[in-house]
């Protein structure tokens, strides 16, 4: 990057945010090879990776449907101490419930809670989703119905929102429990 500048009399050296940046374009062109390779290039630059570069690059790869280089990046993240976010909880979880793989899922919220990270709203509605998904809805209703008591002993304290309730209502919907839809 730093090479194709010196043919304009001008030298720029990038730093994070000019990586992240570049990182997140190429990531969402599908480019996630050469997101890759910058990524790489960082590293060999000294360039001290953050949450935003992880995260950016584990979705990217979660998007092309790579999961084990993905989650391969998110193990090197914690073993580097960067401290993952709820967005790189999240972007992880919601890989697995739209592979329909919810015990994963909901060890990676056990991981994340241990870890000190507080999973949002956004969180428990990647999992209703899932739940709906595959039909599950007495679980669903009980997550939903424990966001709205905001139960501290069951660990969900962020309440629902209009995305939580739609969320259930097209599921109970789908399995043909319209009036309890209604009722909702």
């Known amino acids: ?11 720029c050296w990038p730093n ?23 990524f790489l290039e960082m590293k060999g630059f000294g360039i001290s990776l953050d949450t935003v570069t992880y995260t950016t690059l584990i979705h990217g790869f979660c998007c092309v ?14 073993d580097q101490d960067v401290r993952p976010s709820v967005v790189s909880f999240n972007v992880l979880i919601d890989e697995r419930c739209k ?16 870890r000190g990270v507080d999973p949002t709203v956004y969180t ?3 999992f209703m989703n899932g739940l709906c998904k595959i039909g599950e809805i007495s679980p669903t209703i009980k997550l939903l119905e424990e966001m709205a008591k905001g139960n501290e002993e069951s660990g969900v304290i962020c309440r629902p929102n209009v995305v939580s ?11 043909g429990l319209v009036k309890k839809a209604i009722n909702l």
């Not at 994070?16 to 910058?38: H, M, P, S």
């Not at 449907?65 to 914690?78: A, N, P, Q, R, Y």
């Open 99 to 114: 592979k329909r793989k919810l015990d994963e899922a909901n060890r990676l919220l056990e991981l994340m809670i241990q």
């Open 124 to 126: 428990y509605n990647i």
């Open 16 to 38: 994070i945010f000019t990586y992240n940046t570049i990182i997140d374009g190429l990531c969402k062109a599908g480019l996630i090879e050469k997101a890759r390779e910058l």
């Open 65 to 78: 449907g790579d999961w084990k280089k993905g989650t391969s990046l998110f193990i090197e993240m914690m």
């Open 165 to 175: 309730y739609s969320t259930v209502i097209d599921g109970l919907c789908k399995v």
């Open 1 to 11: 990057m730093v090479n194709e500048n010196i043919g304009f009399g001008v030298i």
